[in-house]
């Protein structure tokens, strides 16, 4: 089935759309559910460690956030989806490894 022009141009407009606010991610769950998967570590202070992290990154990316290019946001945002647990640390990571690239 033929897409039609005015459909392609709908589609990417929400992409950027999508990609120019900061995702709401449950952090608390995404800490829960990668401390689940680590053995031998005391869960509580693993616990609060990994929220601070992600909290810090979360506004780190957050007063920085237009300063990153909407291709870089539009490939990194969906790859947080993967395997159930988004972190902003790793969305972080992702934005600054894509400026990087670019840079050089």
Request: glycine share 4%.
């Amino acid at each position: 089935m033929p897409l039609s022009i005015s459909m392609i141009a709908l589609s990417s407009q929400l992409v950027v759309t999508v990609a120019d606010r900061l995702p709401t991610f449950d952090i608390v769950r995404s800490c829960k559910l990668d401390l689940a998967a680590t053995a031998g570590l005391t869960v509580d202070q693993s616990l609060k460690s990994c929220i601070s992290d992600e909290t810090k990154a979360r506004q780190q990316l957050a007063s920085g956030w237009s300063k990153f290019a909407p291709s870089s946001k539009a490939n990194c945002i969906p790859q947080e989806s993967i395997g159930g647990t988004p972190s902003y640390v790793s969305l972080q990571t992702c934005l600054q490894m894509d400026v990087w690239v670019k840079s050089r």
